[in-house]
Nanobody
Framework: VQLQASGGGLVQIGGSLKLSCAAS?????????MSWFRQAPGKEREFVAA????????KYADSVRGRFTISRDNGKNTVYLQMNNLEPDDTAVYHC??????????????????WGQGTLVTVSS
């Protein structure tokens, strides 16, 4: 299983970026929920957003709700994170992850089996 994240970069405050995460090796029977986490320097990895493969369930961290949008293309086994109105506190390495954990636990990073390598997002003033 591989999760390949891309799309990070340097952006000014208020700008936008769109991250992508392409999954390979995850078949339809095993791919349930895909999520984004982020880790800022000196901080723990934190939940950002999650999306179910089937049913359209979506969950956001309070800090990004209204600014970020998670979506997925099951045919391409790809999940996206559209980030708008970026703030300095959004600066972090963003990781995609996949899990079969129950929906109520999707924000718990310890429940994830598969992780991508991360893509760096830097928001500057």
């Amino acid at each position: 299983v591989q999760l390949q994240a891309s799309g990070g970069g340097l952006v000014q405050i208020g700008g936008s970026l769109k991250l992508s995460c392409a999954a390979s090796g995850l078949t339809g029977s095993t791919m349930h929920t895909m999520s984004w986490f982020r880790q800022a320097p000196g901080k723990e990895r934190e939940f950002v957003a999650a999306i179910r493969r089937i049913g359209g369930g979506i969950k956001y961290a309070d800090s990004v709700r209204g600014r970020f949008t998670i979506s997925r293309d099951n045919g391409k086994n790809t999940v996206y994170l559209q980030m708008n109105n970026l703030e300095p506190d959004d600066t972090a390495v963003y990781h995609c992850a996949a899990t079969r954990v129950v929906w109520s636990a999707v924000s718990d990073r310890s429940q994830y089996t598969y992780w991508g390598q991360g893509t760096l997002v830097t928001v500057s003033s």
